[in-house]
């Protein structure tokens, strides 16, 4: 039962993987790509990580201010996630990731160094081909690495690996700086709002995902209570009797805006905030009943503030 249930996983995740995939494939030449600082990406996404990885990886950051791209902040998140969860997975026993990034001529150079497993000349020939993975079944897919080359290209550049087995891996990415960068005419709101113990349902297929948002939501003084099916979250709503709901938007099998209907026939007045690995919230198509209960979207990965700021307008304190 337990290997079934393992390649039952891998196939749903990969389900899950194919489907991003296909929506940034499809979404590729509506991509805006706006002025975005490379530092204030990685910083975000190593302050969500170093949440949830394991402490017996050191994580050193070395990252230059003003690395001023043409962008998109939810892709390069996820680029960075994805290298980030590879070093941690070359690391079972413990190691040092770097993250460095700095400018090197009309370049911005963000370099990803871990001191893992490594992999030999044959596993880095193949490294970036979709559907190619070393990892056992249930641990991946291969895609992490093909969709993070794609992300990369279609911010005109590139990305290297260099790597040795017992050497560890290092990922070197190029990206084309802004020559005259426009002038930020307003600070990001930085204020943190707490919660007052609030009972806050999560539901994301995606377990680095529903652990990184959990943690934050915790540590905001919420009362985060975590499911990785949708199905999981209709049966257990009336027990759970959840103040907001934080609901992935795709998932395998019944995806978010399925869930949020059947929630629905259970609270017609719920709440709920929609999260996706994207920065537009496309909620067109949807029907009245839908959009009501939707209070809120957020982008994956998020920060402390973005997450405390739009939780608090969902509950309406």
């Known amino acids: 039962e337990e290997v079934s249930r393992s390649i039952y ?57 003003n690395l001023i791209i043409k962008g998109n902040h939810a892709l390069l998140s996820q680029v960075f996630t ?12 413990g190691g040092r990731l770097h993250i460095e990034a700095k400018k090197e001529g009309d370049m ?30 249930g641990k991946g897919t291969g895609l992490g690495l093909s969709s993070t080359h794609g992300i990369i290209q279609q911010h005109k550049g590139s990305i290297s690996v260099w790597s040795k087995p017992g050497l560890g891996t290092t990922f070197k990415i190029h990206l084309p700086l802004v020559k005259f960068p426009k002038e930020q005419t ?23 995902a529903l652990n990184a948002i959990s943690n934050l939501a915790a540590s905001l003084g919420y009362k985060p209570i975590s499911v990785n099916r949708s199905v999981e979250a209709v049966t257990n709503y009336e027990q759970v009797a959840p103040d907001l ?9 019944m995806d978010g805006i399925a869930c949020i209907k059947e929630i629905i026939k259970v609270d017609p007045k719920a709440r709920i905030v929609i999260v996706s690995g994207y920065d537009e919230a496309d909620l067109n198509g949807l029907d009245e009943t839908v959009k ?26």
Do not use: H, W
């Not at 911005?108 to 079944?137: Q, R, S, Y």
């Not at 307003?186 to 680095?208: Q, S, T, W, Y």
């Open 108 to 137: 911005a150079v963000a370099v990803v160094a871990d001191t893992g497993c490594g992999m030999d000349e044959e596993i880095l020939g193949k490294i970036f081909d979709p559907f190619v993975t070393f990892k056992e079944v």
């Open 9 to 65: 996983d891998s196939v749903e995740k990969g389900v899950d993987l194919i489907n991003n995939l296909l929506r940034f494939s499809q979404k590729g030449e509506q991509i805006q790509l706006v002025d975005v600082d490379l530092s204030d990406v990685l910083t975000k996404t190593v302050e969500i990580i170093a949440r949830v990885f394991n402490k017996n990886i050191e994580i050193v950051v070395d990252v230059e201010k």
């Open 186 to 208: 307003a600070k990001v709101e930085r204020e943190i709002i707490p919660g007052k113990g609030e009972k806050v349902l999560i539901v994301d297929d995606e377990p680095f």
């Open 292 to 317: 009501r209960v939707i209070k809120g979207y957020l982008t994956k990965p998020c920060t402390l503030a973005e997450l405390s700021r739009t939780l608090s307008r969902a509950l309406g304190t």
């Open 245 to 253: 709901v934080i609901m992935d938007r795709v998932m395998p099998g």
């Open 82 to 93: 994805n290298l980030f969860t590879n070093a941690r997975d070359a690391m079972p026993n």
